[in-house]
């Protein structure tokens, strides 16, 4: 089997990626902070903002393709920690896509529907980017800078992503289901829409990306839906209290990071490769099933 290195293997995405890849590849994955075994899984911790680090795991394991998922993914933390995410988000993925290109090998990058504005959605791999806040700009930043040192890097814009929590990591659902179980108020969106899909779908995107894409690609859901009607579907699969769900709007919340309204993505080209997001009501089920 092939040897593929996982980077943020312990991280939600990551995590997916390496139950789905570990069927047809000879996995290896990084982590930082959060340690943890997975079955079949060579993992190892790597720092990957020390550049001799990341070139020993290069030199070490010698890989034939490389998926880089790792990041600090939380704008509200990337606006006000600017130089930490800074490292990791845009320094090191340009660091990995320069060893890709020095080795040969395909690289692929999770980039994020954030590096756009929200005025003129549904967004093509054409349209141009213009982000709101820190984190979409580190993203921006990253896309062009792996683009340059190794053209053939597949830049993957990933949606709002969902699903269960994997050992050390959650998606925004737990939270949501949490907050209605305990009878508190949930207050979600009604001007911001995404085209989310579920951590193993994504997965399932990021892995034909690899085989079939170079430079930009979008692997959003098939449909745009607002925070807020996602949570009425949530609450129907799951059968929770609904009394407690409320309408607001992003203005009504202080948050450190700007957001934009409407990042739904236009993946057209990805379906024409044979990525096939089910629909949400499918992917809920599927996650409720799983409980």
Same mark, same amino acid.
């Given at each position: 089997m092939k040897k593929l290195l996982i980077t943020g293997s312990s991280g939600f995405l990551g995590w997916h990626l390496c139950q789905l890849a570990k069927q047809e590849w000879e996995v290896s994955g990084t982590y930082f902070s959060h340690s943890l075994e997975i079955t079949g899984i060579n993992m190892l911790k790597v720092n990957l903002t020390n550049f001799q680090q990341l070139q020993q795991i290069f030199i070490e394991i010698q890989p034939a393709a490389v998926i880089h998922t790792a990041a600090l993914s939380q704008p509200n933390f990337c606006q006000t920690h600017s130089d930490e995410?800074?490292? @990791?988000? #845009?320094?090191?993925?340009?660091? $990995?896509?320069?060893?890709?290109?020095?080795?040969?090998?395909?690289?692929? !990058?999770?980039?994020?529907d954030l590096v756009f504005d929200g005025l003129n959605a549904p967004y093509k791999e054409?349209?141009? #980017?213009?982000? #709101?806040? $820190?984190? +979409?700009?580190?993203?921006?930043?990253?896309?062009?800078?792996?683009?340059?040192?190794?053209?053939? /890097?597949?830049?993957?814009?990933?949606?709002?992503?969902? +699903?269960? =929590? /994997?050992?050390?990591?959650?998606? !925004? $659902?737990?939270? !949501? @289901?949490?907050? &209605?179980?305990? +009878?508190?108020?949930?207050?979600? !969106? $009604?001007?911001?829409? %995404?085209?989310?899909?579920? *951590?193993?779908?994504?997965?399932?995107?990021? &892995?034909? =990306?690899?085989?079939? #894409?170079? *430079? %930009? @690609?979008?692997? *959003?859901?098939k449909e745009r839906i607002s925070r807020y009607d996602f949570g009425r579907l949530l609450v129907e699969v799951f059968q929770l209290p609904t009394d407690q769900l409320k309408a607001c709007r992003q203005q009504d919340v202080k948050m450190a990071a700007p957001r934009p309204g409407d990042v739904s993505l236009n993946s057209t080209k990805a379906f024409a490769l044979g990525y096939q997001p089910p629909s949400l009501l499918e992917e809920l089920v599927g996650c409720a099933n799983a409980v």
């Open positions: 995410s800074h490292a @990791i988000n #845009v320094i090191a993925s340009c660091n $990995i896509a320069g060893l890709c290109a020095d080795y040969s090998i395909p690289c692929v !990058f999770t980039s994020t054409t349209d141009p #980017v213009s982000p #709101v806040n $820190i984190y +979409g700009e580190q993203k921006v930043m990253a896309e062009e800078g792996m683009l340059e040192r190794y053209p053939l /890097t597949a830049v993957c814009r990933m949606p709002l992503m969902f +699903g269960m =929590a /994997t050992p050390t990591a959650t998606s !925004f $659902i737990q939270s !949501f @289901i949490q907050t &209605l179980k305990e +009878g508190k108020e949930l207050n979600l !969106f $009604i001007d911001e829409f %995404r085209t989310p899909v579920s *951590g193993k779908t994504a997965a399932k995107g990021l &892995l034909l =990306a690899l085989e079939k #894409v170079n *430079g %930009r @690609i979008h692997l *959003g859901g």
